[in-house]
């Protein structure tokens, strides 16, 4: 069974049209994402793709009743506005404390104290080449990200959660207030 999945991918990988990016515009562009557009921008993008499209997708769905596609449109617009504050708020937060706990010597005023420097640099990969920003700049990215991933473990029950139920209440209450009128 598993070897007749394995083929279907296989297929259905190969039927894949092949495409090469050769325009210079293009390609500058998307380089141009890669370094500058970091993990908070990427999950905003997505909350913001998520809002505009899944609310219309559940109010669409015919096959429950309407009270149930009321509270289904609420509750997917509060997962996702919770969901996406947190994210972003996270990814940022722990993108800045990264880049704040791993400057380069330079970086740092020379009459800083002691403890001052070493909690400055403690983050700071010793074989990066301390000239080359852009190495600097995506490892405080990367690292933020992966650690406000691991974050984000104890922050879906600690605040998405409340903040969902929260949001969602008020949505159902603002829908009710808009059928009285």
């Known amino acids: 069974m598993a070897a007749v999945k394995l083929n279907i991918a296989k297929n259905f990988y190969n039927r894949l049209p092949s495409m090469q990016v050769s325009k210079d515009k293009v390609i500058d562009k998307i380089v141009y994402i890669g370094k500058k557009w970091s993990s908070p921008h990427q999950r905003a993008i997505l909350g913001v793709t998520a809002i505009v499209m899944q609310p219309y997708i559940d109010w669409k769905n015919k096959s429950v ?8 449109v609420a509750r997917t617009c509060a997962k996702i506005i919770a ?11 722990f993108i800045k404390g990264i880049a704040a706990m791993s400057k380069t010597a330079s970086e740092i005023p020379a009459n800083t104290k002691p403890f001052i420097k070493n909690l400055k640099q403690c983050l700071t990969p010793k074989n990066l080449d301390p000239s080359n920003k852009d190495a600097l700049e995506q490892y405080r990215n990367a690292m933020g990200t992966i650690l406000s991933l ?18 969602t209440n008020n949505f159902i209450r603002m829908q009710k207030k808009g059928e009285n009128k």
């Open 65 to 72: 009743d309407d009270k149930t596609r009321k509270v289904a």
């Open 150 to 167: 691991v974050a984000m473990v104890f922050t879906n029950f600690l605040i998405d959660a409340p903040l969902t139920k929260f949001l």
């Open 83 to 93: 969901g996406t504050l947190t994210g972003v708020a996270l990814r940022a937060g």
